[in-house]
């Protein structure tokens, strides 16, 4: 199994901008496709982006020219850098390895209005 440790989220105001980084343990991290989801209060847990070993993206709508999910495969690290927040991108965010259904324990963004 591998260990997904997230970092990065807080508190910030709407049209701000945070980074999210999950380091993955293990030496797996770079063959492998990792996904960032989020969930929000009372509301199922959703696909923000993925990212494949190679580099090949692709992104919900909801977060489509504001959000870009990269990768390091030297550092093990996924990150997510979010642009141009809103008060509805608030939620949990958890990184994913969907190859072995491994998650993180999340970290918390918040966007006040």
């Known amino acids: 199994q591998v260990q997904l440790v997230e970092s990065g989220g807080g508190l910030v105001q709407a049209g701000g901008s945070l980074r999210l980084s999950c380091v993955a343990s293990g030496s797996i991290f770079k063959l492998r496709t990792m996904a960032w989801y989020r969930q929000a209060p009372g509301k199922e847990r959703e696909l923000v982006a993925r990212i494949t070993g190679p580099g090949i993206t692709n992104y919900a709508e909801f977060v489509k020219g504001r959000f870009t999910i990269s990768r390091d495969n030297a550092r093990n690290t996924v990150y997510l850098q979010m642009n141009s927040l809103l008060p509805e991108d608030t939620a949990v965010y958890y990184c994913?390895?969907?190859?072995?259904?491994?998650w993180g324990q999340g970290t918390q963004v918040t966007v006040s209005s």
């Open positions: 994913h390895m969907p190859s072995l259904d491994s």
